[in-house]
T-cell receptor
Framework: KAGVTQTPRYLIKTRGQQVTLSCSPI?????VSWYQQTPGQGLQFLFE???????NKGNFPGRFSGRQFSNSRSEMNVSTLELGDSALYLC??????????????FGPGTRLTVL | AQTVTQSQPEMSVQEAETVTLSCTYD???????LFWYKQPPSRQMILVIR??????QNATENRFSVNFQKAAKSFSLKISDSQLGDAAMYFC??????????FGTGTSLTVIP
């Protein structure tokens, strides 16, 4: 099976712009979660989509939004970029159940730099 | 909200030696799952080992094992016979029954040849 893919891998934007990141989960996975990773902060949960619905949401401002399509692919959008949004954005997919064996598989991430 | 704490930002170990990475968590739930993930430099995060909270027996995966102390809310990772390829950032994670994951801030492990 192909793994989780994220595009683009690297992105440079300027303050005030908006950006859209894409994530394609493992085939058969219905849950996609997004995380922001910065040095010293670890992984901070942004939101989870399951079957095209946002099921869980972290504590991020409304500038961060996402959506999921019927094929489970997900996009994350950040509007009005700030310097502090520079980070590695990770996407993780899973079956989406609460079963023990259902764990998250991560993509390689998108490195966003805001200038 | 659940919190996961990794109190060791950096650790180092001699090749072939054993190292233990610490993780504590805070929860009021009785049913949950715990994980250790490894993120090598510039590479993808991968699952190392996982543990069900209602299982007393500690999980083991080859050279990786955990010491799960439910009452103390502690979940440490032991790496035996450390290899150069074990050098990575290690993240402890907690998964609740709503399928939400909570991650610690990570421990950077250096393996000294």
């Amino acid at each position: 099976k192909a793994g989780v893919t994220q595009t683009p891998r690297y992105l440079i934007k300027t303050r005030g712009q908006q950006v859209t990141l894409s994530c394609s989960p493992i085939s058969g996975h219905r849950s996609v979660s997004w995380y922001q990773q910065t040095p010293g902060q670890g992984l901070q949960f942004l939101f989870e989509y399951f079957s095209e619905t946002q099921r869980n949401k972290g504590n991020f401002p409304g500038r961060f939004s996402g959506r999921q399509f019927s094929n489970s692919r997900s996009e994350m959008n950040v509007s009005t970029l700030e310097l502090g949004d520079s980070a590695l954005y990770l996407c993780a997919s899973s079956l989406g159940s609460s079963a023990f064996t259902d764990t998250q598989y991560f993509g390689p991430g998108t490195r966003l730099t805001v200038l | 909200a659940q919190t996961v704490t990794q109190s060791q930002p950096e650790m180092s170990v001699q090749e072939a030696e054993t190292v233990t990475l610490s993780c504590t968590y805070d929860t009021s739930e009785s049913d949950y799952y715990l994980f250790w993930y490894k993120q090598p430099p510039s590479r993808q995060m991968i699952l190392v080992i996982r543990q069900e909270a209602y299982k007393q027996q500690n999980a083991t995966e080859n050279r990786f094992s955990v010491n799960f102390q439910k009452a103390a809310k502690s979940f440490s990772l032991k790496i035996s016979d450390s290899q150069l390829g074990d050098a990575a950032m290690y993240f402890c994670a907690y998964k609740d029954t709503g399928n939400q994951f909570y991650f610690g801030t990570g421990t950077s492990l250096t393996v000294i040849p």
